[in-house]
C-alpha cells in the first residue's frame, strides 16, 4: 500500500497511466483528498466508482494521530509524532486571538549542532517525509482552525529541502491546501543555495537565525557560519527582487552576558541597515541542561527601540508555551523523555 498524503499531481498521474486510467483524474482526485479533507477515497465522487476501487486497493491516506499533547497554561500544546525508526518529532499549536498558528518540525533531530538549541544537541536522527511533515499540519485536532505555518519545529528546514519544497507546493497549491503564501514562514539557520531557490521558487516569508553579528562568535554558537557566512547570505538575499509583500526576518535569540551587549546592538545596525530585513528579538527558552539565560526584558526593550530608532523595523516575539518546553528550541526535552525505557 502507498500513501497519498505527500503526492503530487505528478506522482498521480503517472500512477494513473501506469493503471491505464486517465492522468487527468489526478487533480481532482487531489482536490479532495487535500482541500476537501476527504479522507476515504470513496467519498470522492467526480471519479468513477471503477476508479475509485483501483485507488482504495492500492493508497491508505497516510495519516495518523499524535501519541502524547502537553497543555501550557497560555493555551498553547505540544503535540509529539512517532516517527518511525526516527524517533519522536514534536509540533506546537499557538493560538493567540485570530491566529492560529502550527509549529512545524521538518526532521528528527538536526545535524546544525547550534550550540544554545535543545534540538541541536540531540543529533541527526533523520529526515521527515512530505507525508511526515504534512501529517502535523493535517493531524493536530486544531487542523481545520490553523491559519498560520511556521517551519520552526526541530530540524533546519533547508536540510531537508527535497521534501520542504514539495511540502509548500502542496499547502499552497489550489489542488492542495490552498493556503495562503503569506500565512507561511520558513526559519533557516542560512543555508544559502535553498534559500535563493526559495525566494525565486516561493512566495512564502524568510526568518533567518541571526543570534550574533560577529563572523567568530555566530561560528561558536551556529556551526553553519564556517560554510555559509551571515554576510554573504544577507547580501545575496538583498541583491535578489524581494516582493514587498514578502516579509525577510532576521530572528535574534538574546542570551543574557552572550550577546545583548552594546557593541552587539552596534553590530546589528551595521549589519542590517538599508536592507530588506526587519528583525525578530527572542528570548532565549531554558531548558534542562541548559546553562544560558534569557537576556533582561529592559536589554531586549533597549534593543528594539535603538533599532528602530536606527530605522530597522524590530519587535519582541512573546514567549509562549515555556512551562511544557514548547518554545523554539526547547524541543527535544520530551523526545528524550519518552525515550527513556519505561516512560513510552
Ligand atoms: N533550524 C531552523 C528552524 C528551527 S529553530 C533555524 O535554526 O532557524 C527555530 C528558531 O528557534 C531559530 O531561530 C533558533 O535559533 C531558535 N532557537 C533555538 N534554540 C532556542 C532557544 N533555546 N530559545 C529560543 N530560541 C531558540
Ligand atoms: Fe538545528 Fe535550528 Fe537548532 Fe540550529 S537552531 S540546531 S539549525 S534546529
Known amino acids: 500500500m502507498d500513501f497519498l498524503a505527500g503526492k503530487t499531481p505528478k506522482d498521480l498521474e503517472q500512477w494513473l497511466l501506469s493503471v491505464g486510467e486517465n492522468e487527468d483524474y ?54 509529539l ?16 486571538k485570530a491566529r492560529h498558528t502550527l509549529c512545524v518540525s521538518t526532521q528528527a533531530g538536526c545535524r546544525m549542532g547550534c550550540a544554545f538549541c535543545c534540538t541541536g544537541q540531540m543529533g541527526f536522527r533523520g529526515n521527515l517525509s512530505e507525508r ?40 499552497t497549491s489550489s489542488w492542495g491546501l490552498a493556503f495562503g503564501n503569506e500565512k507561511i514562514t520558513v526559519s533557516t539557520v542560512g543555508i544559502l543555495p535553498c534559500i535563493l531557490r526559495f525566494l525565486n521558487e516561493t512566495k512564502c516569508h524568510l526568518a533567518l537565525s541571526v543570534h550574533s553579528p560577529f563572523p567568530e562568535e555566530r561560528k561558536k554558537w551556529i556551526p553553519a557560519e564556517n560554510k555559509y557566512p551571515l554576510k554573504e547570505t544577507i547580501l545575496a538575499i538583498s541583491r535578489e527582487k524581494v516582493n514587498r ?30 536592507t530588506v530585513f526587519r528583525i525578530n528579538l527572542i528570548p532565549f527558552n531554558s531548558f534542562e541542561g541548559s546553562k544560558i539565560h534569557p537576556s533582561e526584558a529592559s536589554a531586549m526593550q533597549y534593543f528594539m527601540k535603538k533599532l528602530n530608532a536606527a530605522g530597522i523595523s524590530a519587535t519582541i516575539r512573546r514567549s509562549r508555551g515555556t512551562d511544557i518546553s514548547a518554545a523554539c528550541g526547547q524541543l527535544g526535552n520530551s523526545v528524550m523523555l519518552v525515550r527513556k525505557p519505561g516512560l513510552q
Open 245 to 274: 509583500h514578502r516579509r525577510i526576518t532576521a530572528e535574534y535569540v538574546m542570551m543574557a552576558g552572550i550577546n545583548d551587549s552594546r557593541e552587539h546592538l552596534e553590530g546589528l545596525i551595521h549589519l542590517f541597515h538599508g
Open 132 to 171: 511526515e511533515i504534512l501529517n502535523q499540519i493535517l493531524s493536530v485536532p486544531e487542523s481545520n482552525q490553523l491559519n498560520r505555518i511556521v517551519f520552526m519545529g526541530m530540524g533546519e528546514p533547508f536540510d531537508n529541502c527535497e521534501a520542504l519544497f514539495r511540502v509548500l507546493s502542496i499547502l
Open 26 to 79: 489526478a487533480v481532482p482526485l487531489l482536490t479532495g483528498f487535500y482541500r476537501k479533507k476527504i479522507r476515504d477515497i470513496m467519498e470522492v465522487k467526480e471519479l468513477p466508482l471503477a476508479l475509485r476501487h483501483k485507488m482504495k486497493a492500492a493508497f491508505t491516506d497516510g495519516y495518523y494521530e499524535p501519541s502524547h499533547v502537553e497543555v501550557s497554561v497560555d493555551g498553547s500544546r505540544k503535540y
Open 81 to 96: 509524532f512517532s516517527a518511525g525508526g526516527k524517533g519522536f518529532i514534536e509540533s506546537v499549536y499557538l493560538p493567540e
